[in-house]
């Protein structure tokens, strides 16, 4: 099935991956702690905070894997003459800018 899947894929050197895997699970714990000071009733301004901190680290991780994608699929797609990575960036970057 995986064989006529239009799926894009990217290899990743294991140093990003695991830098970006270990953002999403700081990323996920935080948004377990939010879950848990709900269920235990925390003030109002404390979850907003916890809010404020797992959005700024989920914007965190986004910035990071944009730079890797212009880096390597945009850059790489350039030198082969193609376009069509700028194009799908540019729709990425209206959905980040909305």
């Given at each position: 099935?995986?064989?006529?899947c239009?799926c ?16 999403l699970?700081r990323i996920e714990?935080?948004i377990?702690g939010?879950?848990?000071?709900v ?6 301004v404390?979850?907003l ?5 797992a959005s ?9 894997l944009?730079?890797s ?5 945009v ?8 376009e069509e990575?700028?194009e799908?960036l540019l ?8």
């Amino acid at each position: 099935m995986a064989e006529n899947c239009n799926c894009k894929k990217k290899y990743r050197e294991a140093a990003e991956e695991t830098d970006l895997v270990h953002r999403l699970n700081r990323i996920e714990g935080q948004i377990r702690g939010i879950r848990s000071m709900v269920e235990n009733d925390a003030y109002c301004v404390d979850i907003l905070t916890q809010v404020s901190a797992a959005s700024a680290a989920l914007t965190a991780f986004s910035r990071e894997l944009l730079n890797s994608h212009v880096r390597t699929c945009v850059v790489q797609d350039i030198k082969e003459g193609g376009e069509e990575k700028v194009e799908e960036l540019l729709g990425v970057i209206q959905k980040f800018i909305k």
